[in-house]
């Protein structure tokens, strides 16, 4: 999952056109870009939508916080059916991860229905590990601005602490075998080159790919987090020699001036995983 594209519930025509602009995930918003007094209205248009657009691809919806009486409501509302996963914000452990299943079954949803945590706070990326390890959760995301927010910092001006809480959520997510977690979006909407910039640093991280807010941001985000032509080229050379390695009873060994051993082949296995996409 490289893209994962919010789209306002309230916006019915750009739910429609959400899942023909390349996202790899359409995430239909129940929570933060939706006004209080339209919630009953998005509730309606988000469930209209998932009925007309099921099948067009990945559509998860975020729904309030566990904290929130909102929460329920918008489950209750949704046909879960059509929901590939739901996301919550906001969680800082497991109680939050319980709250939202005791919900789902009350809201009779299909059993399994994948849970996308959103880690925003401090409490969150301390719990990071036990949140990856529960059974629905599909992958992590994190909420760098709503941390800096509760840190009293700027979210641009490089703070260990979030360096940190970004490695507690790659180290969490690759522990537990999730598939690898969602940066936060980029919020400068025409800054193309910045975009690219923070979305190449974030697969340096670990990160699998980013949260975005607007429908532009898809095609650089996917380029980013794609293996490059190079890199195909380097993976199918290691795992050739890695075959005929194997056939000749070798275990590390070298290709093209370079020592290759398991770690490195699963790499390159990886990336080729990664292409087929």
């Known amino acids: ?9 309230t916006e019915a025509a750009r739910l429609r ?13 129940l929570e933060d870009s939706v006004p209080l007094q339209r919630a009953t209205e998005a509730r309606e248009i988000v469930s209209q939508a998932l009925v007309e657009l099921h099948g067009r691809g990945q559509i998860w919806v975020r729904v309030h916080p566990s904290s929130s009486s909102a929460m329920p409501e918008d489950l209750a509302s ?11 914000p906001k969680v800082g452990g497991m109680q939050d991860l319980v709250t939202c299943r ?29 949140i990856a390890g529960s059974a629905e959760v599909l992958c992590l995301a994190f909420g760098r601005f709503d941390l800096s927010a509760d840190l009293g910092i700027d979210p641009d001006a490089g703070s260990p602490a979030l360096a940190a809480a970004r490695a507690a959520i790659v180290l969490a997510s690759a522990a537990e075998g999730l598939q690898p977690a969602l940066d936060a979006p980029w919020l400068r909407i025409q800054d193309l080159d910045g975009l690219r910039t923070f979305a190449q640093r974030a697969r340096d991280d670990g990160f699998g790919g980013m949260l975005l807010i607007h429908p532009s941001h898809v095609e650089t985000v996917n380029q980013v987090f794609s293996p490059t032509a190079d890199e195909v080229t380097w993976a199918r050379g290691i795992v050739a020699s890695a075959g005929e390695a194997e056939a000749a009873g070798r275990g590390a060994y070298a290709h093209d001036g370079q020592m290759v051993d398991e770690a490195v082949v699963r790499r390159a296995r990886r990336i080729l995983n990664s292409a087929q996409r």
């Open 1 to 9: 999952m490289r893209s994962a594209l919010f789209t306002p519930g």
């Open 78 to 88: 949704l046909p879960l059916d059509r929901v590939d996963a739901v996301m919550l």
């Open 102 to 130: 005791t919900a789902l079954l009350a809201a009779k949803g299909p059993p399994g229905l994948p849970l996308v945590p959103i880690i925003e706070s401090a409490a969150g990326v301390l719990n990071a590990t036990d």
């Open 17 to 29: 056109k959400a899942v023909t602009v390349g996202a790899d995930v359409c995430i239909f918003d």
